[in-house]
């Protein structure tokens, strides 16, 4: 049976550290497919100015092509919500597939999950994959501040093990707005050559 995991964000740009994650999640053995979702109208980053949707998914398309586990959807751009919350989102991609995702998320989420919109919700229902994330150490004391000991204890066992190579897609586009050739870009940011090319050929960040 294939265990899915939802792995969404803005990918503005998406990054070699985005696609470390997605392998870690897969070689903890919690999951056995990663299917990215690009996010329409995050509600954390409404009006933020971003990349056009089209352009976001076509660069995570280049990121994992060689990927065999991973996938990339347009849902978020199709179900067409703003803000486009994850608990509705999860909701409605199961109705449209019949089938349970795990959340995928970052140490730093973990720690602020309890301010996500319907939270206590979201928990009961959806299994969690966290990643570790610099800066963001996840302890149990950290977790009973705004959890009861039972779900303090469940989302402390989403942690997954490894360290990551952290890349900022915000640093990513600050190096393309000072840069205007591939050259500089490529050596001041370890991005993929397809998705820097990509970048470069579309003007995006400039």
């Known amino acids: 049976m294939t265990m899915k995991a939802f792995f969404g964000g803005s990918?503005?740009?998406?990054?070699?550290?985005h696609l470390g994650i997605a392998r870690a999640a897969l070689a903890s053995g919690r999951c056995s497919q990663v299917d990215w979702f690009p996010a329409a109208e995050p509600p954390h980053k409404l009006h933020a100015s971003r990349a056009p949707f089209h352009h976001r998914m076509n660069m995570v398309k280049l990121l994992i092509e060689n990927e065999a586990d991973m996938t990339v959807s347009d849902f978020e751009n199709?179900?067409?919500?703003?803000?486009?919350?994850t608990i509705?989102?999860?909701?409605?991609?199961?109705a449209e597939c019949g089938e349970k995702y795990q959340?995928?998320?970052?140490?730093?989420?973990?720690?602020?999950?309890?301010?996500?919109?319907?939270?206590?919700?979201l928990v009961k229902k959806v299994q969690l994959i966290t990643y570790p994330r610099s800066g963001a150490e996840v302890t149990k004391e950290k977790l009973l501040r705004f959890w009861d000991k039972k779900t303090a204890e469940k989302l402390l066992a989403s942690l997954i093990s490894g360290t990551f190579f952290e890349i900022s897609s915000t640093e990513v586009k600050k190096t393309?707005?000072?840069?205007?050739?591939?050259?500089?870009?490529?050596q001041e940011v370890n991005l993929p050559t397809q998705v820097a090319d990509y970048i470069c050929e579309h003007h995006l960040y400039e």
């Open 78 to 85: 199709r179900l067409a919500i703003s803000p486009s919350y």
């Open 11 to 17: 990918f503005d740009p998406p990054h070699y550290g």
């Open 176 to 186: 393309m707005e000072k840069n205007q050739f591939r050259g500089n870009i490529m």
């Open 103 to 121: 959340l995928l998320i970052g140490a730093d989420s973990l720690l602020t999950l309890h301010t996500w919109h319907e939270a206590e919700k």
């Open 88 to 94: 509705d989102v999860l909701a409605a991609l199961e």
